[in-house]
Antibody, heavy 118, light 110 residues
Framework: QVQLQESGPGLVKASETLSLTCSVS????????WSWVRQPAGKGLEWIGR???????NYNPSLKSRVTMSVDTSKKQFSLKLNSVTAADTAVYYC????????????WGQGTMVTVSS | QSALTQPPSVSGSPGQSVSISCTGT?????????VSWYQQPPGTAPKLIIY???NRPSGVPDRFSGSKSGYTASLTISGLQAEDEADYYC??????????FGGGTKLTVL
């Protein structure tokens, strides 16, 4: 079955760039879209953005100026970069798979905790 | 874009039915059939339980059902079980091609 695994530094300094990668195993990366969702401790889910296997992207307007997503279909990976981070970016970051047309995330990674230090 | 509005908490006894509302605007819930619901037990990743307003993925019990009227979507859980205790989130696509989540609802099984 398809599995997603997030990887990246668990600690990032304020004002620097948060970089995460999601690896897709057990299935194709093509014909789906791939999203990042984050969740601060004790708070709700926040959609960060999505990237299609073709490379086209949509971002949350509130984060758009700081977010870049990319996809490497040959490695079956997609990535998130969030620059100029602050303590408010401390959260569990999830990657998730979306099916085109359904508007739903049917497969999620286990999540990775990222802490922004001052 | 603002988060969709959900009640912070709901509760019910085993065997009862509970409903969770998710209110948006004409830019999201009111104009989209791509409304989804997720279940998130503590310490785990969210799990899709409803997509496209009222469709269940394979393996999700038919005790879970979804509906929508106007700007409000609803998740109903019938025959409440202890294992249903979790946080529940709705989401909707927007007319701008983005996605917005609800603030989440904590379900307590009494």
């Amino acid at each position: 079955q398809v599995q997603l695994q997030e990887s990246g530094p668990g600690l990032v300094k304020a004002s620097e760039t948060l970089s995460l990668t999601c690896s897709v195993s057990g299935g194709s990366i093509s014909s789906y879209y791939w999203s990042w969702v984050r969740q601060p401790a004790g708070k709700g889910l926040e959609w960060i953005g999505r990237i299609y296997s073709s490379g086209s992207t949509n971002y949350n307007p509130s984060l758009k100026s700081r977010v870049t997503m990319s996809v490497d279909t040959s490695k079956k990976q997609f990535s998130l970069k969030l620059n100029s981070v602050t303590a408010a970016d401390t959260a569990v970051y999830y990657c998730a798979r979306g099916t085109v047309g359904r508007g739903a995330f049917d497969i999620w990674g286990q999540g990775t905790m990222v802490t922004v230090s001052s | 874009q603002s988060a969709l509005t959900q009640p912070p908490s709901v509760s019910g006894s085993p065997g009862q039915s509970v409903s969770i509302s998710c209110t948006g605007t004409s830019s999201d819930v009111g104009s989209s059939n791509r409304v989804s619901w997720y279940q998130q037990p503590p310490g785990t990743a969210p799990k899709l339980i409803i997509y496209e307003v009222n469709n269940r993925p394979s393996g999700v019990p038919d005790r879970f059902s979804g509906s929508k009227s106007g700007y409000t979507a609803s998740l109903t859980i019938s025959g409440l079980q202890a294992e249903d205790e979790a946080d529940y989130y709705c989401s909707s696509y927007t007319t701008s091609g983005t996605l917005v989540f609800g603030g989440g609802t904590k379900l307590t099984v009494l």
